[in-house]
């Protein structure tokens, strides 16, 4: 044991060595660019990686960090996680006020020790450790030091030199050595700005960055985690819970996914074998019989997290999920592929970055990727139907905002694929309104509405249905805020899961809807889909605008006027049409005492230079100027 710590205590007296001491922990020698829009800087951080195997690797990280405010806490990013194969072998920080000064030291014991996952999930062997530190004063500065070992060779830590906003970088460097036998690729993404240096031997590749100034979020721009510059490493030769493989290509990944992660799974019970088969008895069509065995396994189990060892890939066997009546995404959806086996449907296991990021898998450098698994229905004529397994409220082949609208890696017997999953087209995301509204000769409102929401529209509502009344009386009025003192008569919503649309009848009333200004009264006509959203405005956008998902609305409201007022003067009818989208608004005078009020607005999704965000932004404010228009009525 003293000759380790002996070899432990070297190998970090080395890492402190490559860091000079002078002006490192004081925050007054941060150059000015970089404490331009900064919550935090790093200032100097060193990844060192060395792969020993296949299935050994050690690794050395070290950060000094200076925080400026309260919202620069979390970058100091004081976490090491561990588990049965990664261990801990060295961790300590080191705090020091504005001057440099040392105040405190944190030892391995001192640091936060709980489960690296949420409750939600059932049981997990993965935890972290991380420091809890309430500063007196700022800016203040950490000194992190970690050192762990780990058997589990599949995942390399990458190269993210900025993993927030507001956080600049002076000097950022990482290292991975590896042995004769072993290749190691690489990937760069979103360095065109900085200037990387890299150092490339025999058996190890160095990166270095310095002088990275802090980015501002700014909206409709692309997602951090996506703009973010990044180096993806792994290792073609890698070991995970003891199953080693040689990986190059994307159908190499698959092919060992399916066979030693997935294949030996799949031990369905005769029973469920037999019910699953009588349940698609006589049905000729495929969509049908996996909609029945969907809507069995939504009936039947319910998503726990579970994260133990390799279990943080492989799923549960079939057979014991078919027992529980629970799993995780990987268990659910292999469990689902199974019993549509059984009904003589194929289908696929995927893996894919999920969340609103629409983030995707590399499809050109094969590694370990995503955090998420959906099943993937092939079709030979039309789209792939894609199943979230999770959920037991979500209709077939709905994905929603969730996993849409990205590449995938489809894993079957012959190999893995990248494939892109279901995007939601403008015409696809559409609600159409359709209401009628009578205004009194005191200027009070009654209006019904019938709403119907499909596409990713559909995914922005169909949660409703599980909300209390009191809850949805409180969305409503949220809805309509722009209407004073709105009170909610009925709401009936339904959510038709077979042919994907979620449907609001509401009915409400209002006082005072219209302002009655001596013998005139004006009457705002856009009553049920007012637009109030101006995106911000940036003096100098730096980022480029990013517009994720497209949809449609289309608004017919019949209003009946007050019956002791005419029309004195109307606006005119609108078109606009632009590359990120349209709007129309025409007024058709039915008699004399109806107006049918016609509204339509498109929004395109699609990337645009930093240069069209004004543009943009002018658009949406044109709309909201004409959802404002109202209508001048005189006293007869």
């Known amino acids: 044991m003293k000759v380790k710590y002996f070899i432990v205590s070297a190998l970090l007296l080395l890492v402190f060595s490559a860091f000079p001491q002078d002006n490192l922990y004081t925050s007054y020698s941060i150059p000015d660019d970089l404490l331009e829009n900064a919550n935090a ?178 909206d409709y721009s692309p997602s951090f985690s996506v703009m973010a510059p990044r180096i993806l490493v792994a290792s073609n030769q890698f070991s995970l819970e003891g199953v080693k493989t040689k990986v190059e290509s994307w159908n190499d990944f698959g092919k060992w996914m399916y066979h030693d992660l997935i294949k030996n799974t799949h031990d ?44 943080g890939w492989k799923p549960f066997n079939v057979s014991k999920v078919d027992r529980l009546g629970y799993g995780d995404c990987k268990a659910l959806t292999n469990y689902t592929m199974a019993l549509l086996k059984a009904a003589g449907v194929e289908s696929y296991y995927t893996v894919v970055y999920a969340r609103g990021s629409q983030r995707s898998i590399e499809k050109d450098f094969a590694a370990m990727q995503g955090n998420h698994v959906i099943l993937n229905i092939p079709q030979e004529n039309g789209e792939d139907i894609w199943l979230e397994c999770t959920s037991q409220k979500l209709p077939f082949g709905f994905i929603g905002d969730f996993t849409d609208d990205r590449d995938a890696l489809v894993i079957t017997p012959q190999g893995g694929r990248i494939e892109h999953t279901k995007k939601y087209e403008v015409e696809e995301s559409l609600q159409t309104i359709k209401g009628t509204c009578n205004i009194s000769n005191e200027g009070a409102i009654e209006a019904k509405v019938t709403v119907v929401s499909k596409g990713i529209q559909y995914d922005d509502k169909y949660w409703l249905e599980s909300e209390t009344d009191r809850d949805l009386d409180t969305h409503y009025k949220k809805r309509w805020r722009y ?154």
Not at 124 to 151: A, C, G, H, Q
Not at 593 to 610: A, C, L, M
């Open 41 to 218: 800087v790093v200032r100097k951080s060193s990844i060192d990686i060395t792969l020993k195997s296949a299935s050994e690797m050690h690794v050395i990280e070290k950060r000094v960090v200076t925080v400026f405010n309260k919202q620069g806490d979390d970058n100091v990013d004081a976490i090491v996680y561990y588990d049965n194969n990664e261990r801990i072998i060295e961790l300590q920080a080191l705090v020091f006020d504005a001057f440099g000064k040392q105040i405190k030291k944190i030892k391995k014991k001192d640091f936060k020790d709980v489960s690296a996952v949420d409750g939600g999930t059932l049981y997990s062997d993965s935890r972290v450790k991380y420091l809890e530190y309430t500063p007196i004063s700022y800016p203040y500065t950490v000194e992190f030091i970690s050192e762990t070992t780990n058997r589990n060779t599949a995942f390399i830590q990458p190269f993210y030199p900025v993993n927030d906003y507001h956080l600049s970088v002076e000097s950022s460097s990482y290292n991975i050595s590896y042995p004769q036998g072993i290749a190691v690729r690489t990937k760069e993404k979103n360095f065109e700005n900085l200037d990387l240096e890299k150092e490339e031997l025999n058996s190890s590749i160095s990166f270095k960055v310095k002088n990275v100034e802090a980015i501002k979020p700014e």
């Open 268 to 311: 369905l019970p005769a029973g469920t074998r037999s019910a699953i088969q009588s349940l698609v008895e006589g049905e000729t069509d495929d969509i049908e019989k996996a909609k029945k065995v969907y809507q069995f396994v939504q009936d039947k189990v319910r998503y726990i997290s579970v994260q133990v060892g390799i279990g």
């Open 483 to 636: 209407i004073n003192g709105l009170s909610i008569d009925a709401m009936v919503i339904n959510n038709d899961r077979d042919n994907i649309e979620f449907i609001e009848d509401v009915s409400f009333k209002a006082s005072n809807y219209s302002k009655i200004i001596g013998d005139r009264m004006l009457l705002p006509l856009n009553v049920l889909n007012r637009n109030r959203h101006v995106p911000d405005r940036y003096r100098s956008r730096k980022l480029p605008l990013q517009i994720k998902r497209g949809f449609k609305d289309v608004d017919t409201v019949e209003i009946k006027l007050p019956t002791d007022y005419k029309i004195e003067s109307q606006p005119k009818n609108v078109s606009i049409e632009n590359k990120y989208g349209s709007y129309k608004m025409e007024l058709e005078i039915k008699d004399e005492s109806t107006i049918i009020y016609n509204r339509e607005f498109i929004v395109r999704d699609g990337d645009f230079p930093k240069e069209d965000y004004d543009g943009f932004r002018d658009f949406y404010k044109e709309v909201s100027k004409q959802d404002n228009a109202k209508i001048a009525l005189i006293k007869k």
